[in-house]
Structures are given as structure tokens and as C-alpha cells.
């Protein structure tokens, strides 16, 4: 979880997750990393353990 990147295209919104050292185009332009923000209530995440696996959710309101 520590590795987790997040890319970000300024031009369609598409968003990329990655888990390591990668470089990401797309539309012909590298894609720069995301940074984290602090939370809010509209970005609230839960996570729930359900016998031995995590589910994790991203409230997006």
C-alpha cells in the first residue's frame, strides 16, 4: 500500500493506479504523479475486514 501511485490525465480524467516505479502516457504526454490531499467527509473511506480480506471504499459524493 505504501507504493500506490496515482497518475492522473489532464486532458480525459483518466485516472491510473500503479505499485511501482512505472511511467504512464496517455495521449502522447507522460502523466504526472497525484498528490495526496487530506480528507473530507465528501471523500470519506471505510474499510471492513469480512472473514480474511479488507474491503476498502472511497465515498465520492
Not at 25 to 52: F, Q, S, W, Y
Request: negative net charge.
Amino acid at each position: 500500500m505504501l507504493r500506490i501511485k496515482f497518475h492522473g490525465c489532464p486532458i480525459c480524467g483518466n485516472v491510473v493506479l500503479g505499485t511501482g516505479e512505472a511511467i504512464i502516457n496517455c495521449h502522447g504526454i507522460v502523466l504526472p504523479d497525484l498528490d495526496a490531499e487530506i480528507p473530507d467527509d465528501e471523500h470519506r473511506m471505510t474499510i471492513e475486514k469480512i472473514e480474511d480480506e479488507y474491503y476498502v471504499e472511497i465515498a465520492m459524493i
